[in-house]
Each structure stands twice: as structure tokens, then as C-alpha cells.
């Protein structure tokens, strides 16, 4: 899998849009998009994923730049249930490869 | 629909003692996997299912652990002898078959159980 390189914390207001970039340079042309969120004390939740095209749903919007090397991940109107350790996963579409690998993340901090 | 259920949620051993986990994933899903999660990092594939079949068991420590999908439904992950190095969440997750030449669909998560070995 590809490699993403995320900001390890940033903090947003409550209310506010909050904008989660994403680093994913050596990405290959069958390899999605994913992005991931753990809230204290659960297990990962997913959010969205996209190939190419931007996508958006209830949760997020994903914004993937034209040579899909970065992505940003928005959610519109943080609230404070969204504070949360943020994954940005590259994930091959692979008969011999589609395993789900995680980083680090981002830990995002929502502060009223 | 209801999520994947894990048991126990907690579960404190002695090292060398032995320890099982279940999950119970998504009806339907044919793909089950089970994640390590020490404290501060991401979840780590210990082994990857489809059915009852062992997709990708490369990160499983052979030696002391074991898991299995009877009838390619529910699954339990055992540990034996625990180590101290083995405290942490263990995660399991699920997906269902997208159908031939499509592998991505999104992965759903138990709460896990949190194991420590004292």
C-alpha cells in the first residue's frame, strides 16, 4: 500500500468547517481513498472513500486534488462529538491486495 | 442493522496464561479480520478471512496466537501463553463481498475487547 502522510494534531472550533489534509504521493491507480475515525474507547469508524472523483455523503466531503496526490477530508460543522483520531488510508482494489492498513492519524481536537 | 459484536469487552490475565476472543460479524459479510491496537498507535492486521478461508495471516504471531471462522460466520482469536507485549485492543472487523473483481468494501468495527496481561 501506498503511504499517507497526515498532520499528527489540529485543533477547530465548534461550528466551524474543519479541513484534514492528507499526503498520499506514491498512490497508484487502482488504490482508494479512505478515511477512518476513532472516538475514545471505540472501534474505527468509517467515513467516506473515493478513487478519483470527490465524493460526499451525511458524514464528509473528500476532495481529491486531479493527480491524486493529496486529499482533504471536510467536515462542514464540527461539533464536539467529533474529536476523534482521523486515518487517511490508501487501499489497493486488488484481488492480491485490498488489506485496510492504518498510520498514525490525525488527532482532531473540537474546542467550543 | 446491527454492527459486529465483540466479547468480552475487558479482559485482564496473568503472562502465560491463555485468553479467547469472539466476534460476531455483520450478517452477510463474508470478510472478517482481526486488528491489534497498542496504546497510541493504529490498528495493526493480525489476519484477514474471506469465509472460512485465511486470506492474509503474514502479521499473526504464529507461535502464540490462533484464530478461526467456523462455518465462515462468527470467529475467535486465542492467545497462548500471553506475553506483557500482548496487552491491548483487539478489533474486529467485517465487510461484505463486493463481488468478483471489486475487494473495497468499507470495513465496519466492533468496539473491541481491551486485553491486559499483568
Known amino acids: 500500500d501506498a503511504k499517507t502522510t497526515q498532520p499528527t494534531s489540529m485543533d477547530c472550533a465548534e461550528g466551524r468547517a474543519a479541513n484534514l489534509p492528507c499526503n498520499h504521493s506514491t498512490i497508484s491507480g487502482n488504490e482508494y481513498v479512505y478515511w477512518y475515525r476513532q472516538i475514545h474507547s471505540q472501534g474505527p469508524q468509517y467515513i467516506i472513500h473515493g478513487l478519483k472523483n470527490n465524493e460526499t455523503n451525511e458524514m464528509a466531503s473528500l476532495i481529491i486534488t486531479e493527480d491524486r496526490k493529496s486529499s482533504t477530508l471536510i467536515l462542514p460543522h464540527a461539533t464536539l462529538r467529533d474529536t476523534a483520531v482521523y486515518y487517511c488510508?490508501?487501499?489497493?482494489?486488488?484481488?492480491?491486495?485490498?488489506?485496510?492498513?492504518f498510520g498514525a492519524g490525525t488527532t482532531v481536537t473540537v474546542r467550543a | 442493522e446491527a454492527g459486529v459484536a465483540q466479547s468480552p469487552r475487558y479482559k485482564i490475565i496473568e503472562k502465560r496464561q491463555s485468553v479467547a476472543f469472539w466476534c460476531n460479524p455483520i450478517s452477510g459479510h463474508a470478510t472478517l479480520y482481526w486488528y491489534q491496537q497498542i496504546l497510541g498507535q493504529g490498528p495493526k492486521l493480525l489476519i484477514q478471512f474471506q469465509n472460512n478461508g485465511v486470506v492474509d495471516d503474514s502479521q499473526l504471531p504464529k507461535d502464540r496466537f490462533s484464530a478461526e471462522r467456523l462455518k465462515g460466520v462468527d470467529s475467535t482469536l486465542k492467545i497462548q501463553p500471553a506475553k506483557l507485549e500482548d496487552s491491548a485492543v483487539y478489533l474486529c472487523?467485517?465487510?461484505?463481498?463486493?463481488?468478483?473483481?471489486?475487494?473495497?468494501?468499507?470495513?465496519?468495527f466492533g468496539n473491541g475487547t481491551r486485553l491486559t496481561v499483568t
Open positions: 488510508i490508501v487501499r489497493a482494489d486488488s484481488v492480491n491486495d485490498y488489506k485496510l492498513s
Open positions: 472487523a467485517s465487510s461484505r463481498w463486493s463481488g468478483v473483481g471489486r475487494y473495497n468494501s468499507p470495513l465496519h
